[in-house]
């Protein structure tokens, strides 16, 4: 469908939607791993001397959508930090010496990692809210 106000396809018009549309898929999953390495946050190895829960990192890519440049989740991969070593020995998954492997997550920067996306998942919310307004004027002042 052709603009009428400058001849575009109308799919370039709202690109400003789709890239923002785009940022709001990629922040979503990256709540939801920033959710699943909070609830992972104390589990431990199911066997004496084995690895805990990894903390999981997303990364995303720059894609083409509608002539402009949006994001995706590209994978997800695990944080090769190392584990947290605690002396428990009288935890079933403690090792010979009586150290037990934490996962290698910590609750206040995933915290902090979640209000960051929480804020950019708005800020890219307003966006589309701001082009559907822009778009409705648009349309009223053409009727008159």
Request: net charge negative; no cysteine.
């Amino acid at each position: 469908m052709t603009d009428p106000i400058n001849g575009r396809n109308s799919a370039q018009r709202n690109s400003a939607m789709a890239v923002a549309a785009s940022a709001l898929t990629a922040q979503q999953s990256r709540m939801r791993i920033i959710a699943e390495n909070i609830a992972n946050a104390e589990s431990t190895a199911p066997t004496a001397g084995g690895q805990p829960y990894r903390r999981q990192i997303p990364v995303f890519e720059a894609r083409g959508i509608d002539g402009a440049t949006g994001v995706s989740l590209a994978e997800v991969r695990p944080d090769q930090s190392n584990f947290r070593r605690e002396y428990d020995p009288s935890h079933p998954a403690a090792d010979a010496d009586g150290y037990v492997l934490r996962p290698n997550v910590d609750t206040l920067i995933e915290a902090m990692d979640m209000r960051e996306a929480q804020r950019a998942y708005e800020a890219n919310l307003n966006v589309i809210e701001t082009a559907q307004s822009m778009e409705s004027r648009t349309l009223d002042i053409l009727k008159r």
